[in-house]
Structure formats: structure tokens, C-alpha cells
């Protein structure tokens, strides 16, 4: 639980001046802010994902988003004319003049965005009804946290439910060992990003989240809300399958930068791998180490641990 009050935080990304969008949209007096921006680049999308992904947002029970969808393969002229088949003007669509790479797509989106809320969303994944809604709740309610995220449930070619810690500091120490927010997942606090300059990096790329998350841990708490509000999908086309070599290399390079920064959280990190069984052949549990004593068959003490 948080204690402590803090200030809530200013927006001053309600108040930049956007110039256009790609459809002719201006900004000027009269035009509503929304409050929530969802950002979701496209790139040879499999048609039939695109529209569950589209349909699942304009579907949300909160209704006060703009939904930018930016395509970073422009030759693919039929991805825009299946986002223009919606008759809706939340939706803005936005196509680069040449393909630009997925961080710096990331980047656009964010400067076109008007909403003080960024909800980041993947082109093949499936938002549930009320997601915008309870997350948007939360952050209005805790103004000191700059990133929400929630569980996601795996689907296609994989089927579990990822479960992410709760709470900021629980957070903090998973993400020494892995990113521990799931990006699709994710609104984020624009304020937070404008005020820290903080911004996606191409050289972190296909790991350019966790790196986001690792730059933000000094700028602001994290939270993810324990329930499913997005089905993600699992493929072997997905971008982190098909770069699988370099997304461990990358991570790891992260990881350890995570570690050297922050070396009480990697610290609390280990010592939590203390209370994980060990299990023989990966099926019978052998022995647990709990309160400095290793436990055969969880209950027979074999030998004290010292520090």
C-alpha cells in the first residue's frame, strides 16, 4: 500500500502544439483534448489482426481517446484503406513517407498525441472493453505513478496468462532480471516523458521497451493491475520471434546496466531467488532454501546457509 501523498503532476504536453496530422487534422480553439491517446504502429499487419486490434479499442466502455494508427510500411497501401473503412473520428491515421524502424515510429506517435495519457498497443493484440477505463481510473487516482500496466493472456501458438508484480518496488526489483511491464499493456504518464526527456531508443531496438522502463525507474513509480486486460497474441512472425538473437543480446545489455545502476534492487532480487524450489529432472521438488536453511523434500533441514 502507498502512504505517502505526493504532488500530482502537471501536463505540459496538453498544452504543445501539434501541427497536423497525415489526414489534415489540426489543432486549434474548439478541438477537443482527449484524455487518453492510444498509439499503435502498423507494419504489414495481417489484415484480419489489424481489424480485432481496431475493433477492440473503439469498442472500449471509456469513450474520451484519439487512436493513432501510424504505418511504418507505406507501400502496404491496403493497411490504410482498411483503417479509413472505419467511420470513426477518434481514429487518426497517420502513413510515414518511408519505413523508419519501430523507435523511431514510437517517437512520432508520441509527438502527435494530445492526450496527457499515452496507452501503447500493439497492431495484432486485443484490448478488453474496460482497459482504458480502469487504467485511466488508476492513474487519475495516483498521480505519483507515471506507468500502469496489467496482466496479459498469451494466446495463439502459446496460452498462458503473464502475471507481472503489483506494486512499485516489487516492480523495480524484477525488472534486474526481466521487463517486467508488459509494453501492449501499458499507459503511460505523458508528463513523465516530456519532463525527463525520455524517449524510445533505436540502438535498444527490439528491446526499446524494457530500455524505456529502465530509464523510468529513476523518474517515476510503476503499478500494474492484477487482471487480464489484453490478449496478446503469440506468433512465430511476431518482431521479437523472428530477432530472437538479438533481443537476448540486447536484454542482456540492459539487464546489466539495470544492475549496475541499481544494485540494492538486484540485490533484494537474488535473495528472493532463496524461497524458489529447486526441482529434480525439472518435475519433483528436491530442496527449498527457506530461512537460511536448505529443506529436502521441503521439510527435512540438510544444512544452514550463511551469508
Known amino acids: 500500500m502507498y502512504t505517502k501523498k505526493r504532488k500530482a503532476e502537471n501536463c505540459p504536453s496538453a498544452y504543445v502544439n501539434k501541427n497536423s496530422y497525415a489526414d489534415g487534422t489540426k489543432e486549434g480553439k474548439g478541438f477537443h483534448m482527449p484524455t487518453v491517446s492510444v498509439l499503435t504502429p502498423i507494419y504489414n499487419t495481417n489484415h484480419a489482426h489489424l481489424r480485432a486490434c481496431i475493433e477492440s479499442i473503439l469498442n472500449q466502455t471509456y469513450a474520451d481517446f484519439e487512436f493513432i494508427i501510424l504505418n511504418d510500411s507505406p507501400e502496404n497501401t491496403e493497411l490504410g484503406q482498411i483503417v479509413k473503412s472505419y467511420n470513426d473520428a477518434r481514429i487518426k491515421y497517420v502513413c510515414n513517407d518511408k519505413n523508419i524502424g519501430i523507435s523511431a515510429s514510437r517517437n512520432k506517435l508520441i509527438d502527435l498525441a494530445r492526450g496527457k495519457y499515452l496507452a501503447i498497443f500493439d497492431h495484432d493484440d486485443i484490448s478488453h472493453p474496460s482497459r482504458l477505463e480502469k487504467q485511466v481510473k488508476f492513474l487519475d487516482a495516483n498521480p505519483y505513478v507515471g506507468v500502469v500496466g496489467a496482466w496479459a493472456h498469451w494466446f495463439g501458438e502459446k496460452d498462458f496468462i503473464r502475471k507481472n508484480p503489483e506494486f512499485d518496488t516489487d516492480i523495480k526489483i524484477r525488472l534486474t532480471d526481466v521487463c517486467a511491464i508488459m509494453h501492449t499493456t501499458a499507459m503511460i504518464r505523458k508528463s513523465v516523458l516530456i519532463k525527463n526527456n525520455i524517449k524510445y531508443e533505436e540502438q535498444y531496438t527490439p528491446a526499446e521497451d524494457y530500455r524505456l522502463w529502465g ?16 490478449e496478446y497474441r503469440w506468433e512465430n512472425t511476431n518482431t521479437s520471434n523472428q530477432n530472437r538473437r538479438r533481443v537476448n543480446i540486447v536484454h542482456e545489455s540492459i539487464k546489466m546496466q539495470i544492475c ?4 540494492m534492487y538486484r540485490l533484494a532480487f537474488e535473495r528472493s531467488l532463496r524461497r524458489i ?9 528436491l530442496i527449498k532454501i527457506k530461512n537460511k536453511w536448505a529443506l529436502l523434500f521441503d521439510c527435512i533441514p540438510l544444512v544452514k546457509i550463511k551469508d
Open 277 to 285: 524450489r529447486i526441482r529434480l529432472f525439472g518435475k519433483i521438488p
Open 260 to 263: 549496475n545502476k541499481y544494485p
Open 215 to 230: 530509464q523510468l525507474m529513476a523518474c517515476t513509480d510503476f503499478h500494474n493491475l492484477q487482471e487480464v486486460l489484453v
